[in-house]
């Protein structure tokens, strides 16, 4: 009777192993967004219209530890706080980035030199396939949510044209981990 329950007891200790994630102990995906003041994004980054007089330039984000099976990264920037009825506003997307990069340069988008091969960058709520810095209304304060998505496919079929919708439809049930950053703009009167 005693090893009867002990072996039960070691079962059921195995199968507690067998289904326990093997990321536990993994250290954390994470994101990071360079030249930033303190979180707050800076006039290089703002966007350059809406009567916003920013630089429009991409900055630098990286990103470590991918959990294990990533065979692509898609990059989001999106604006909880726009005033679009609830909508939100995407700032930037870039899709079927490589698994073996960790980050886009400073500038990388526009610039097919700077992007990792087979990267797209696909629709923003400017209507653009290329990043939309910061431009909140005036006095206004906003966050920026950079997202690193890890998916367990190579690329999703998405084109420049792409729009954020279709780029979240693409991503359903692909998603393996986020890692997520927020970032903040305040502006001022002009």
Not at 15 to 26: D, E, F, K, V, Y
Not at 109 to 125: H, V, W, Y
Not at 165 to 176: L, N, P
Request: hydrophobic share 35%; with cysteine; charged share 15%.
């Amino acid at each position: 009777m005693k090893s009867k329950v002990l072996l039960q007891a070691t079962l059921c200790y195995a199968m507690a192993l067998a289904i326990t994630p093997t990321t536990a102990g993994a250290e954390p995906f994470t994101i990071k967004v360079d030249g930033l003041n303190h979180g707050h994004f800076s006039n290089e980054q703002v966007y350059g219209g809406f009567g916003c007089h920013g630089n429009n330039v991409s900055p630098h984000i990286s990103w470590t530890h991918a959990p294990r099976g990533t065979k692509s990264i898609v990059l989001t920037i999106f604006d909880p706080d726009a005033p679009t009825g609830g909508l939100g506003w995407t700032h930037w997307e870039v899709a079927n980035i490589p698994p073996s990069e960790s980050s886009l340069e400073k500038g990388a988008s526009g610039n097919p030199k700077l992007l990792p091969a087979g990267a797209i960058e696909t629709l923003t709520d400017f209507g653009e396939s290329r990043y939309g810095g910061p431009c909140p209304p005036q006095g206004e304060s906003h966050r920026y949510i950079v997202t690193a998505s890890a998916l367990d496919v190579a690329q999703i079929d998405v084109a420049p044209a792409a729009s954020p919708a279709v780029v979240a439809y693409q991503m359903h049930g692909k998603v393996i981990a986020q890692a997520k950053y927020i970032a903040k703009y305040h502006r001022t009167s002009d």
